[in-house]
């Protein structure tokens, strides 16, 4: 049991206060509002949020199989992915930001806003991470895009951005986005840029937000605000490490392994976040999937058999993946006993309050 008795109260008082600021949102939600109108009143938020992450599990699934191992190369002009796919994860990755703009809003229509529903969104949404930094990178070829660990986005423009680039991969050929633009610079290096600088802005961007939030009168000291960052600034050092300083070149070897242990480690402590907030409480400073893949990565810097590296990175990621699988389901069927309503059903008499 994940929620402790004293969290249940505060999770029957939770109310979700969010504002969407981004330029995008007056274009976009007249769309998403008139969207949700043409769908029926006993379609589950939820079921909109699911149906959405299937979209963008699609996308990375056909382009996964065409590509496991990033193989593009410009040199020797090996085009894994066939330019239809492309075209069809555009599709994809339109729909799955189109339906997640739709879930919050089919809440809202039929009065069933929950705790259980930003669990839902949110958890999906930092699962993405996974699906669209693999893409981008099948995009460009591993060797064009080395030791990455991660690329966060912004939601509207990042999303919209990649919406772009594979529609003009689809029609053009992904050697495309490699020539240059005018002569100066490629689709390529503006995404590189991005992957040195972004980590860091975003950083600092989350101190001023709780910087701001301090200045506004909040119970909580300043020192605890900043709690929370020092668990994904941990994560960061010693990932970074592993990938920059391993002995066998593991993201060379084996990089869709090593994504998915920096996702399932952010993924965790992101939703370990909103469910805190949730429930009124103070984030641990150290997530204990931070402390095993930091140990994991001490292990696998040590010298040992090329193997050992690999066997180590499998193990973690693996046994990771299932804790927080276990997390997740277990946190959700709480909350649906708690707040006493069904995941994925809209009850009759909520139909017809509505």
Same mark, same amino acid.
């Given at each position: ?18 504002? &969407? ?15 949700? $109108? ?7 938020? &939820? ?5 959405? =992450? ?7 699934? %056909? ?10 190369? /410009? $040199? ?41 529903? $930003? ?24 060797? $064009? ?9 912004? %939601? ?8 772009? %680039? ?23 290096? *503006? ?27 909040? /119970?909580?000291?300043?020192? /605890?605000? *900043? ?31 090593? =994504? ?15 469910? &805190? ?30 193997? %050992? ?46």
């Amino acid at each position: 049991m994940y929620l402790k008795p004293l969290q249940v109260e505060p999770l029957k008082l939770y109310r979700y206060k969010g504002v &969407n600021t981004s330029f995008y949102n007056y274009i976009l939600s007249p769309f998403h509002t008139r969207l949700v $109108e043409c769908l029926p009143l006993w379609l589950a938020p &939820n079921l909109i949020s699911t149906l959405s =992450f299937a979209f963008s599990m699609a996308g990375f699934s %056909m382009v996964a199989y065409y590509d496991p191992d990033f193989s593009l190369n /410009k $040199e020797t002009h090996v085009a894994p992915v066939p330019q239809w796919v492309w075209l069809a994860v555009a599709f994809c990755v339109f729909t799955y930001y189109t339906l997640d703009g739709c879930d919050g809003i089919q809440a809202r229509r039929t009065g069933t806003s929950s705790p259980l529903g $930003e669990l839902f969104d949110h958890g999906f949404d930092a699962w993405n991470g996974l699906l669209h930094v693999s893409t981008v990178i099948a995009l460009f070829g591993m060797h $064009e895009v080395q030791r990455v660990v991660n690329l966060p986005l912004g %939601m509207d423009s990042g999303l919209l951005a990649l919406i772009l %680039m594979y529609l003009l991969a689809g029609f053009f050929g992904p050697f495309a986005l490699q020539e240059n633009i005018l002569g100066y610079f490629s689709v390529k290096d *503006f995404l590189r840029l991005l992957i040195k600088f972004i980590p860091f802005t975003s950083f600092f961007g989350s101190c001023y937000t709780i910087y701001c939030c301090s200045k506004r009168g909040c /119970k909580i000291s300043k020192m /605890k605000m *900043f709690v929370p960052l020092i668990s994904p600034i941990v994560a960061f050092i010693f990932l970074t490490a592993w990938a920059y300083f391993s002995p066998s070149n593991i993201l060379q070897l084996h990089p869709r392994w090593f =994504f998915l242990l920096t996702s399932v480690v952010a993924c965790d402590i992101s939703i370990d976040l909103i469910v &805190n907030q949730m429930v009124d409480s103070t984030c641990p400073p150290i997530k204990m999937t931070v402390v095993a893949c930091s140990l994991a990565s001490i292990f696998a810097l040590l010298p040992h058999e090329m193997n %050992m590296e690999i066997v180590t990175l499998k193990f973690i990621t693996s046994v990771l993946v299932l804790a927080h699988l276990h997390f997740v389901c277990s946190v959700g069927k709480q909350m649906s006993d708690v707040l006493g309503i069904s995941i994925f059903r809209i009850p009759f008499n909520v139909r017809l309050q509505t």
